[in-house]
């Protein structure tokens, strides 16, 4: 199975654009589809985007225009790159993969990076 480690986490100032890698051990992230997510305090989980296997990338409709998802095949590691964080944006950010963006639910999860933002 695949293991997911998210890293790049850790206090910025509002505004700020810090990426986040998750780096897969096991398998090529090309051949999986990979989401992020994100859980704020008091909060359920959220959907932030994917990735297919095919490249085509989907994000939620909120956090389209100021985050963006790729991927690296030869670091086997896809990132979030999260521009203009706003406090609300504090949470902390999960990875996931599976075959299919269906069964990410599902599939491998990381253990999750804090972000916090501060105003």
């Known amino acids: 199975q695949v293991q997911l480690v998210e890293s790049g986490g850790g206090s910025v100032q509002a505004g700020g654009s810090p990426r986040l890698p998750c780096e897969a051990s096991?398998?090529?992230?090309?051949?999986?589809?990979v989401g992020w997510f994100r859980q704020a305090p008091g909060k359920e989980r959220e959907s932030v985007g994917a990735?297919?296997?095919?490249?085509?990338?989907t994000y939620a409709d909120s956090l389209k225009g100021l985050f963006t998802i790729s991927r690296d095949n030869a670091k086997n590691t896809v990132y979030l790159q999260m521009n203009s964080l706003k406090p609300e944006d504090t949470a902390v950010y999960y990875c996931?993969?599976?075959?299919?963006?269906?069964?990410?639910?599902?599939?491998?999860w990381g253990q999750g990076t804090q972000v916090t933002v501060s105003s």
């Open positions: 096991g398998i090529t992230p090309s051949f999986l589809a």
């Open positions: 996931a993969a599976a075959v299919t963006i269906a069964t990410i639910a599902r599939g491998s």
């Open positions: 990735i297919c296997r095919n490249g085509i990338r």
